[in-house]
């Protein structure tokens, strides 16, 4: 709402102009996801006068690798000047949603997610089969931009710990 009121009452000027400044959302980053959106379609030939940079890290793992301080400059490029290293060392480890989002401006799904993704893939067995003998429950998962569906189903194992299995995923 704020956005739109925003947004609507600078086509009183014959020439508008509004410029932001963020770090990387998530998928509830409604406005964010939206503008980046419309900047990705610009810039893959789209007719807008949308205008984006944006600065963010290509390097995916929260360590003390020359990569990963290759990819914090690229996403501060105030990195030694008003961003010291050691202020991103103490980040380090904070929360990985958090971190890679507030400090190497990378898209995150969830920034308060119940399970964070990392633990969740590492509690993965891919070996495991669903049994057309036991009790199945299925569930699907919509995103709230409606871009991503998920179906999964789980079962019971005999050791009361539950198996989860992701059957299809759609990308509209």
Not at 47 to 67: A, F, L, P, V
Not at 140 to 154: C, E, F
Request: hydrophobic content about 35%; aromatic content about 10%; glycine content about 4%.
């Amino acid at each position: 709402d704020t956005w739109a009121s925003m947004r609507y009452t600078t086509m009183s000027n014959p020439n508008p102009m509004i410029i932001t400044l963020s770090n990387a959302g998530d998928q509830h980053s409604l406005v964010l996801n939206q503008l980046r959106d419309r900047a990705l379609k610009a810039i893959a030939g789209a007719k807008d006068s949308i205008g984006w940079w944006e600065w963010s890290s290509g390097y995916d793992q929260i360590d003390d690798s020359k990569e990963f301080w290759k990819g914090v400059a690229q996403a501060n490029p105030s990195l030694g000047k008003t961003v010291h290293p050691d202020n991103i060392r103490d980040a380090m480890n904070d929360d990985p949603s958090v971190f890679k989002t507030e400090v190497l401006c990378q898209w995150v799904t969830n920034l308060s997610a119940a399970i964070p993704p990392e633990k969740w893939i590492a509690c993965g067995e891919d070996d495991l089969t669903l049994s057309e003998d036991e009790p199945t429950w299925f569930g699907i998962d919509l995103s709230p931009d409606r871009k991503y569906a998920s179906l999964v189903a789980a079962q019971k194992m005999s050791d009361d710990r539950f198996y989860v299995k992701l059957l299809h995923s759609w990308h509209n």
